[in-house]
T-cell receptor, first 114, second 113 residues
Framework: DTGVSQDPRHKITKRGQNVTFRCDPISEHNRLYWYRQTLGQGPEFLTYFQNEAQLEKSRLLSNRFSAERPKGSFSTLEIQRTEQGDSAMYLC????????????FGDGTRLSIL | SQELEQSPQSLIVQEGKNLTINCTSSKTLYGLYWYKQKYGEGLIFLMMLQKGGEEKSHEKITAKLDEKKQQSSLHITASQPSHAGIYLCGAAPDDNYGQNFVFGPGTRLSVLP
């Protein structure tokens, strides 16, 4: 049983650099979600896809953040010109479409900005 | 926008003791989800509640949703060190379950052997 996979697990970069994270969802799931989680807080919704369509992106934190899911399978989250405040855990989740299907999460990518 | 509050913020119990964690919403819940998270890892889905008055159990964990669908509780019976972690409630703000899903801040549980 393959769960949600995220790569890399940890990323350390200098301020101003661009970073890209990858998420491979559970293969049968057509919905994919991105969240950000800071220490001591619950995950904060960023965006989600249904197949290749990005249905909600108004919650992305700034125009430096962008996400893609070009073939409706894996997804990438890119942060351009990183800032200190971008340091956080970035979580990906996937689910079946429709109704109240629970989201299943990967182990996240921890981003540290020097 | 919908907000979720959790209480207590943290909890330390002796192994074998029972405990309850609460999740309160500012608006009616369309679906309430409980997750567990270990430090530095992703969230593990525990249970989902949708109907007012609904109650579900899995092993020693029981979750309930009140009739008004604005509050949920998670009860652990005879706690074990394996129950330690952060418990998070999450909710769909409307019947479009994918959009703008929100989480509470979490309750950190420690179980002393």
């Amino acid at each position: 049983d393959t769960g949600v996979s995220q790569d890399p697990r940890h990323k350390i970069t200098k301020r101003g650099q661009n970073v890209t994270f990858r998420c491979d969802p559970i293969s049968e799931h057509n919905r994919l979600y991105w969240y950000r989680q800071t220490l001591g807080q619950g995950p904060e919704f960023l965006t989600y896809f249904q197949n290749e369509a990005q249905l909600e992106k108004s919650r992305l934190l700034s125009n430096r953040f962008s996400a893609e899911r070009p073939k409706g399978s894996f997804s990438t989250l890119e942060i351009q010109r990183t800032e200190q405040g971008d340091s956080a855990m970035y979580l990906c989740a996937s689910s079946y479409q429709g109704g109240n299907q629970p989201q299943h999460f990967g182990d996240g990518t921890r981003l540290s900005i020097l | 926008s919908q907000e979720l509050e959790q209480s207590p913020q943290s909890l330390i119990v002796q192994e074998g003791k029972n405990l309850t964690i609460n999740c309160t919403s500012s608006k009616t819940l369309y679906g309430l989800y409980w997750y567990k998270q270990k430090y530095g890892e992703g969230l593990i889905f525990l249970m989902m509640l949708q109907k007012g008055g609904e109650e579900k159990s899995h092993e020693k964990i029981t979750a309930k949703l009140d009739e008004k669908k604005q509050q949920s509780s998670l009860h652990i019976t005879a706690s074990q060190p394996s129950h330690a972690g952060i418990y998070l409630c999450g909710a769909a703000p409307d019947d479009n379950y994918g959009q703008n899903f929100v989480f509470g801040p979490g309750t950190r549980l420690s179980v002393l052997p």
